[in-house]
């Protein structure tokens, strides 16, 4: 396989995950994998991917080891079941347009990973997208989604086809090509490199200490938010717990101060001091 769709699933999002795998199913580049790394919905995940075994070469479904495990913890086993040499990381509630994989494998650099971003809709659209809507593109035309009850924004031109435009778009918007967890394609070699996602991130927010390591590996972004495009089907999101916030805040910036680029609690487990870190404290 040329490369390994890595698409993860939560407890709030797995109803979306069947309308995720329609927009691979569409897909003009077919030489991939799917790797869904589920957060323990267990046997509906399971019933939704029986449904498309058929519309793709390989499909594994992953679950947690134990109760509780995190989100990191399922995309190192991830990254580990991985076929090939590339990998692309995404949510369930993100639909990908027909060209989002082309994308990805045609625009792949070494020592660089590819950054693209979401097209957020609103919940009354996100609920009516049909499956027919998803096989035959139009939840990707603007036309489409004015009617549908999409506001005017600058940012519709998100959805432009018109690939120069597209990348003039790119070069145009500030900000750095940083990593995040629902549109991002890296080398598995340079994820091995820094083993993984640290497991301790129990509250999201894995992405933000990988990219501070990768950046500290001389590892950087490309931005493709104009050409990668997929969209962002809106779903009510659980709280974390204070505490696994305070956590993924201090490890973040030390991740950032110390200039680390391996962690010991990444996919190859090390003896290590563990880290107690009281609410609110991020020194």
């Given at each position: 396989?040329?490369?390994s769709?890595?698409?993860?699933?939560q407890?709030?999002?797995?109803s979306f995950l069947?309308k995720?795998l329609i927009?691979?199913?569409?897909q003009?580049?077919?030489?991939?994998?799917?790797?869904?790394a589920?957060?323990?919905?267990?046997?509906?995940?399971?019933k939704?991917?029986s449904?498309?075994?058929?519309?793709?070469?390989s499909?594994?479904?992953?679950g947690?080891?134990?109760?509780?495990?995190?989100k990191?913890?399922?995309l190192?086993?991830?990254?580990?079941a991985?076929?090939?040499?590339?990998?692309?990381?995404?949510?369930?509630?993100?639909i990908?347009?027909?060209?989002?994989?082309?994308?990805?494998?045609e625009?792949r650099?070494?020592?660089?990973f590819?950054?693209?971003?979401q097209?957020?809709?609103?919940?009354m659209?996100?609920?009516?997208?049909e499956d027919?809507?998803i096989?035959?593109?139009?939840?990707?035309?603007l036309?489409?989604?004015?009617?549908s009850?999409?506001r005017f924004s600058?940012?519709n031109?998100?959805?432009s086809?018109?690939?120069?435009k597209?990348?003039i778009l790119?070069?145009?918007?500030?900000?750095k090509?940083?990593?995040?967890?629902?549109?991002?394609?890296?080398?598995k070699?340079?994820l091995l490199?820094?083993?993984?996602?640290?497991?301790?991130?129990?509250?999201?927010?894995e992405?933000?200490?990988l990219?501070?390591?990768?950046?500290n590996n001389d590892i950087?972004?490309?931005?493709?938010?104009?050409?990668?495009?997929?969209?962002?089907?809106?779903?009510?999101?659980?709280l974390p717990?204070?505490?696994?916030?305070?956590?993924?805040?201090?490890?973040?910036?030390?991740?950032?101060?110390?200039n680390?680029?391996?962690?010991q609690y990444?996919i190859?487990?090390?003896r290590?001091?563990?880290?107690?870190?009281?609410?609110?404290?991020?020194s």
């Amino acid at each position: 396989m040329e490369l390994s769709v890595i698409i993860s699933t939560q407890r709030d999002a797995a109803s979306f995950l069947g309308k995720a795998l329609i927009g691979y199913a569409a897909q003009s580049f077919r030489d991939f994998e799917i790797i869904i790394a589920d957060d323990g919905y267990g046997p509906e995940t399971q019933k939704i991917i029986s449904g498309f075994q058929k519309e793709f070469k390989s499909v594994t479904h992953l679950g947690p080891d134990e109760q509780g495990a995190s989100k990191s913890e399922i995309l190192n086993r991830a990254i580990q079941a991985s076929g090939s040499d590339y990998i692309v990381f995404t949510d369930a509630n993100c639909i990908p347009r027909r060209d989002f994989l082309q994308v990805h494998n045609e625009r792949r650099e070494e020592t660089f990973f590819l950054t693209g971003s979401q097209f957020k809709l609103p919940p009354m659209i996100s609920q009516s997208i049909e499956d027919t809507h998803i096989r035959n593109q139009h939840c990707f035309d603007l036309g489409w989604l004015k009617q549908s009850g999409l506001r005017f924004s600058l940012k519709n031109q998100q959805l432009s086809k018109n690939r120069i435009k597209s990348n003039i778009l790119n070069a145009l918007t500030p900000g750095k090509a940083t990593w995040n967890h629902h549109n991002v394609s890296c080398w598995k070699k340079d994820l091995l490199e820094v083993n993984g996602f640290d497991e301790r991130m129990k509250a999201g927010g894995e992405e933000e200490e990988l990219y501070a390591r990768l950046l500290n590996n001389d590892i950087h972004g490309i931005k493709v938010h104009f050409n990668a495009i997929c969209l962002h089907l809106n779903h009510p999101k659980a709280l974390p717990h204070p505490k696994d916030v305070a956590m993924r805040a201090y490890l973040r910036k030390a991740a950032k101060r110390s200039n680390a680029i391996w962690t010991q609690y990444g996919i190859h487990k090390e003896r290590a001091i563990p880290i107690n870190v009281q609410d609110g404290d991020y020194s």
